[in-house]
């Protein structure tokens, strides 16, 4: 299936482990954030999503971190699955342009 | 399965040439987003259409075009195609697009649920 481009950083962990994906954003006026999933041959999938009003946001086995200071972005998974195997994006936003900017992506490898 | 699809799921064809490919938007969707994704330069926004009128745009080449019609389907047509165009083309639609919420919201419709890309090999 198709995917993205084959140069991209790799993560690579054992299954039940806790991944840490870390995303470098360019736009200092970005005020909303989202990472996504792509599996191989689908489109991207909407993870989780912060504002920059805050610096932390949880969902399930997920957290995103946001630290505005350094225009860092991190999504982490909580006991990584087979499943969770992707390539994940983080995106950007300055809600005034309305578009969303991409990062390159990380491809994540779970080990069973 | 996001309730987007996109035709073709393949198209190849050579410079010069001219293709169309098409979205249909989940049921209900007002908002059309396309998306270009290749090897060098990742996802890139190309253009996006609300309830029919163009709404935003990105990185679109004057090449390229797109529509939203009636029914809410839209078409990007890439004319006078070059090797370089050869990439996944995704579509994605969101509920809809108020200039209160941020594009990808999830908040208020605005989370954008993709398709599943159409590639395009230009030889």
């Known amino acids: 299936g198709e995917s993205v481009g084959l140069h991209l950083p790799t993560l690579s962990v054992q299954e039940g482990d806790n991944s840490i994906i870390n995303c470098a954003y360019s736009n200092s006026a970005s005020d909303y954030f989202i990472w996504y999933k792509q599996e191989s041959g689908k489109g991207p999938q909407f993870i989780i999503d912060i504002r920059s009003n805050m610096d932390k946001r949880q969902g399930q086995r997920v957290t995103v971190l946001l630290n505005k200071t350094v225009k860092h972005l991190s999504l982490q998974i909580a006991a990584t699955q087979p499943g969770d195997s992707a390539v994940y994006f983080c995106?950007?936003?300055?809600?005034?342009?309305?578009?969303?900017?991409f990062g390159t992506g990380t491809r994540l490898l779970v080990s069973p | 399965d996001s309730g987007v699809t996109q035709t073709p799921k393949h198209l190849i064809t050579a410079t010069g040439q001219r293709v169309t490919l098409r979205c249909s938007p989940r049921?209900?969707?007002?908002?059309v987003y396309w998306y270009q994704q290749s090897l060098d330069q990742g996802l890139q926004f190309l253009i996006q259409?609300?309830?029919?009128?163009?709404?935003a745009k990105g990185n679109i080449l004057e090449r390229f075009s797109a529509q939203q019609f009636p029914d809410l389907h839209s078409e990007l047509n890439l004319s006078s195609l070059e090797l370089g165009d050869s990439a996944l083309y995704f579509c994605?639609?969101?509920?809809?697009?108020?200039?209160?919420?941020?594009?990808?919201?999830?908040?208020?419709?605005?989370?954008?649920?993709f398709g599943p890309g159409t590639r395009l090999t230009v030889l």
């Open positions: 259409y609300y309830n029919g009128e163009e709404r």
């Open positions: 049921s209900g969707d007002l908002s």
């Open positions: 994605a639609s969101s509920v809809e697009r108020g200039f209160w919420a941020p594009t990808g919201g999830a908040d208020r419709g605005g989370e954008q649920f």
């Open positions: 995106a950007e936003e300055n809600t005034g342009f309305q578009k969303l900017v």
